[in-house]
């Protein structure tokens, strides 16, 4: 496959980037300050469609956009503060769900989309735990307790949804004609 970016692959970042900016404005606030957003399910939806590749160049994009102060995280937030913040942690994590969800994408076994899928949501809430403990002056079980766990049924949910709506959009995607890494 040609390595370089064709349109209809750039068209397909761009339209997921929007995707997630779109869903992470659904949240419901919590008084940790990290609120319960769809950004999850958006987030494993790319990678499970896009692949790791793609899915690691549409969040890659999305913190930019986010960072330069475009308001495209939770709560029409931007800016350096949102990346270093107390959720920001999870913000960075989301590189690491859409790569771990997007080396499973494609596959039709779950076992596998549940491993990739898994260990990027591991992996996410792992950085989440970190910076908000450090942003947080909290101990890593305090961070955990606060932060993570309420989220975590929520999460595997999201990245199950995730798994199973991506196989019907790479079929789509395919039938149309569109391109997938």
């Known amino acids: 496959m040609n390595q370089k970016l064709s349109l209809k692959r750039m068209t397909s970042i761009g339209l997921f980037a929007a995707l997630l900016a779109?869903?992470?404005?659904?949240?419901?606030?919590?008084?940790?300050g990290v609120p319960v957003t769809?950004?999850?399910?958006?987030?494993?939806?790319?990678?499970?469609t896009l692949g790791w590749k793609d899915g690691l160049l549409t969040m890659l994009i999305y913190l930019l956009l986010g960072g330069v102060g475009l308001p495209v995280f939770a709560g029409f937030h931007g800016g350096i503060g949102s990346l270093a913040g107390p959720s920001?942690?999870?913000?960075?994590?989301?590189?690491?769900?859409?790569?771990?969800?997007?080396?499973s994408s494609?596959?039709?076994?779950?076992?596998?989309?549940?491993?990739?899928?898994?260990?990027?949501?591991?992996?996410?809430?792992?950085?989440?735990?970190l910076q908000y403990s450090a942003v947080a002056e909290a101990g890593l079980a305090q961070s955990f307790?606060?932060?993570?766990a309420p989220y975590l049924i929520k999460d595997v949910l999201s990245a199950a949804a995730a798994f199973a709506v991506s196989k019907v959009l790479r079929r789509g995607i395919r039938a149309a004609g569109g391109e997938l890494a």
């Not at 920001?88 to 080396?103: E, R, S, V, Y």
């Open 38 to 48: 769809m950004q999850t399910f958006a987030v494993a939806l790319i990678g499970f």
């Open 88 to 103: 920001g942690g999870f913000l960075w994590g989301f590189l690491l769900l859409a790569a771990g969800c997007g080396a």
């Open 22 to 32: 779109v869903l992470s404005q659904i949240q419901i606030p919590m008084p940790s």
């Open 145 to 148: 307790l606060l932060v993570s």
């Open 106 to 129: 494609g596959k039709s076994q779950v076992l596998l989309g549940a491993a990739g899928g898994g260990i990027g949501l591991i992996l996410c809430h792992a950085l989440g735990i």
